[in-house]
């Protein structure tokens, strides 16, 4: 069974930068796909940023050169660095990963004030 331990997320102010962090138990070569979602009261979950088969970087247009998704294999953990934070990125932050089976981190809390 593979397990994801994410980090405490917080609270900053508009502009501020915070960085999420996610452990896995496996090795992250046996995940063909990794990456971030968040989600929004009253929404649902949304794709944040992910990398598909350890090269393909996606993002969300929002958060298109203000979020940086990256890995580090020998921790067996990634990272969401996310700076220029606003409001609207308020949110629970899970992070995930897809091998046979699909897997969640608890969800972190997020929040962005004025």
């Known amino acids: 069974q593979v397990r994801l331990m994410e980090s405490e997320g917080g609270s900053v102010q508009a502009g501020g930068s915070l960085r999420l962090s996610c452990a896995a138990s496996?090795?992250?070569?046996?995940?063909?796909?990794l990456g971030w979602y968040r989600q929004r009261p009253g929404q649902q979950r949304e794709l944040v940023a992910t990398?598909?088969?350890?090269?393909?970087?996606k993002y969300a247009d929002t958060v298109k050169g203000r979020f940086t998704i990256s890995t580090d294999t020998a921790k067996n953990t990634w990272y969401l660095q996310m700076n220029s934070l606003k409001p609207e990125d308020t949110a629970i932050y899970y992070c995930?990963?897809?091998?046979?089976?699909?897997?969640w981190g608890q969800g972190t809390q997020v929040t962005v004030s004025s």
């Open positions: 990398i598909t088969d350890y090269d393909n970087f």
């Open positions: 496996t090795s992250l070569l046996s995940l063909h796909s």
């Open positions: 995930w990963g897809g091998g046979i089976s699909f897997y």
